[in-house]
Structure formats: structure tokens, C-alpha cells
């Protein structure tokens, strides 16, 4: 039966000095034959340069790409296992679920980033919806991320100018050659939400400037609703003058929207409760805004290569069975 299974080397980014790293400590409770599983952790400054050496180093077959603070069940692998005994399938993941234990605030930006009128289709990185199926990279998400080793060398790995969104443009190309990417709501990690309401709001800012900086390098038509946002935002600014010009009408847009958030969170009180509902409905519109200028800055900022960037050693530690 191990014989069938595909061999699998699981990489971790983590920062150089990182003592704690949970991924490392749930990667070894992997239920997966040992002698085809292998741990890599990839100390650096720069996670798609940690990550793309980790890549070339990697002995086995598939690539398990997790984050630091991913915590994986340990049946995962097998899981995993069954979907790539399909050729085409090039790409595996699923969400990325918020622990029982975090804290209130915690499980508030979780319920947040669920939610499809803040985040879209990219709710379901952060929710277990609906049944396996082939998708886009707008479900997928780099902290729970299987690939084969052989596409990602063809491709050159992830792009080091990009950070984040380097696993999106990655994600495109891998489905421009006919590969398949494919969302498995039952494949989650544990992890944690940002923890304050400050770094929430620097996440959404570099999530719209990471997604316009990839549209500026992989366009394509799939990125259409990311412009809604920044044209949300441009909105909000000519509100005042669109309701002395045209009264009313000119605010319309802005009463219905104001009701389609009333509306989400209503529908998210049946998956958080009442008072985490409550808290969202100003941070839905909050991920609009901040992702919006976000992307807006995203569209004119300079736009750096591999080269440009300084670099950094990175020291790969693989990790004892």
C-alpha cells in the first residue's frame, strides 16, 4: 500500500532566529510512511527565495508548502495522496481555519475573511465551502499548498519580485498549460488569524498592493473583480459631490451597499454568533477600503525584479523523522 503513495518533502519558511515553529511540530505527526516524507525548513528574510531553494533541495515527488504556524491534522498527506493520482492535477489546497482557542478578536477577523462579500471567492481560503472541486487560484492559499516538484522547477518557481500574491501568478501559469488546480474543503491547516486590529489592517493594505503588482505582471481576466475595491473607494471620495449634483440618486449605491453588509452579517451570525456578526460589519467594509488603496498604490508602485532586491542567505535545515 506505501508503495502507491507519492513521496513528499514538506517546506517551511521561517525567520532566522525562529525557535517556536508549529508547522515543524505537526509536520513530524504527519501520518505518512517516513521513509517517503522529509521536512525542510527555509530560514530567510524572503519567503518565495526560502521557498524556491527549498524547492530545488527537496528530494521527493511533491512539494507541501505550509507556513510557519500551520498546523496540519495528521491525515492530510493521505488525503492529499488520492487527489494527485490524476496527472493533471498540478495543485492541491484547502483553507486555512482559525483554532478553537484563539482569542474573540481573532475569530471576528477569521469570520471577516469567510465572509464573500469582503473577500469574494478567496472566502473560501478561511472556510471549509462547499465539496472538492477544480478551481482558480482565488481559493488557494500558500499555507496550505501541495504541487508537484517537476512543475514548479519548469517554471522557475515562485516569481521573487512578488510578495505576497507569488503563489497566485504561479497558480496562473501552471493553468495556462492545462494543468489542474483543485480546492478540498476538508484539507485545512490550523492556523491564526492576524492578532490586532493593526496588523489586520497592514494585511489588507499589502493584499490589495500584492494582487494589483500581479495583475500589472500576469494579467488576465479572472482579475477583473479585484478592480471593485479601488473603484469602491473612488466612489466613497465623490460621494459628497455626487449628492449635491444629483441628490439622492447619487447616494443610492451607497444605502444599498450599506444593506448588503447588514445582509452578510446577518448571514455570518449563524456561523459566529450574534456579537461576532456585530463586530464584523464595520471590518467588512473596513477589507474594502484598506484593500482598494492598497491596490491603488499596488498600480503605481515600482515594480522590482529578483535582481533588485537585496540577497539574503538562505540556510535550509532539514528536519529529523
Not at 492530510?76 to 483554532?99: I, S
Not at 491564526?192 to 494585511?203: E, N, V
Not at 464584523?280 to 499596488?298: N, T
Request: glycine share 6%; charged share 20%; hydrophobic share 45%.
Amino acid at each position: 500500500m506505501n508503495a502507491a503513495l507519492p513521496s513528499v518533502t514538506v517546506v517551511i519558511a521561517a525567520r532566522p532566529d525562529q525557535a517556536e515553529i508549529k508547522a515543524v511540530t505537526a509536520g513530524k505527526q504527519l501520518d505518512y510512511p517516513k521513509e517517503k516524507l522529509e521536512i525542510i525548513v527555509a530560514r530567510g528574510k524572503q519567503p518565495s527565495v526560502q521557498r524556491n531553494a527549498a524547492i530545488r533541495a527537496a528530494r521527493n515527488d511533491l512539494i507541501y508548502f505550509l507556513d510557519d504556524d500551520s498546523v496540519p491534522p495528521p491525515d492530510n498527506l493521505r488525503r492529499a495522496a488520492d487527489v494527485f493520482t490524476d496527472a493533471q492535477v498540478k495543485m492541491l489546497g484547502g483553507p486555512n481555519l482559525c483554532p478553537p482557542e484563539a482569542p474573540f478578536l481573532e475569530h471576528v477577523f477569521a469570520l471577516v475573511q469567510s465572509s464573500h462579500l469582503a473577500f469574494f471567492s478567496s472566502a473560501a481560503r478561511y472556510a471549509s465551502l462547499g465539496a472538492r472541486r477544480e478551481t482558480s487560484e482565488k481559493e488557494l492559499i500558500l499555507c496550505n499548498l501541495l504541487a508537484r516538484k517537476q512543475d514548479l522547477l519548469e517554471l522557475g518557481g515562485f516569481n521573487e519580485a512578488l510578495y505576497p500574491n507569488e503563489e497566485n501568478a504561479l497558480m496562473d501559469d501552471l493553468q495556462k498549460r492545462g494543468g489542474k488546480l483543485i480546492y478540498d474543503p476538508q484539507l485545512i491547516v490550523y492556523r491564526r488569524p492576524r492578532g490586532t486590529f493593526r496588523s489586520f489592517c497592514k494585511m489588507l493594505l499589502n493584499y490589495g498592493r500584492g494582487r494589483a503588482e500581479q495583475v500589472r505582471l500576469h494579467p488576465t481576466l479572472r482579475s477583473a473583480p479585484n478592480f471593485a475595491p479601488p473603484l469602491f473607494v473612488l466612489y466613497l471620495l465623490a460621494t459628497p459631490f455626487l449628492g449635491i449634483f444629483f441628490g439622492m440618486i447619487g447616494i443610492w449605491p451607497l444605502l444599498a451597499y450599506l444593506l448588503m453588509v447588514l445582509l452578510q452579517a446577518i448571514v455570518l451570525s449563524f456561523r459566529g454568533g450574534i456579537a461576532q456578526s456585530i463586530c464584523a460589519i464595520p471590518l467588512i467594509i473596513l477589507v474594502h477600503v484598506l484593500y482598494g488603496v492598497g491596490f491603488w498604490r499596488g498600480l503605481f508602485t515600482k515594480l522590482k525584479t529578483g535582481q533588485d532586491r537585496p540577497k539574503i542567505d538562505v540556510v535550509l535545515q532539514n528536519i529529523p523523522l
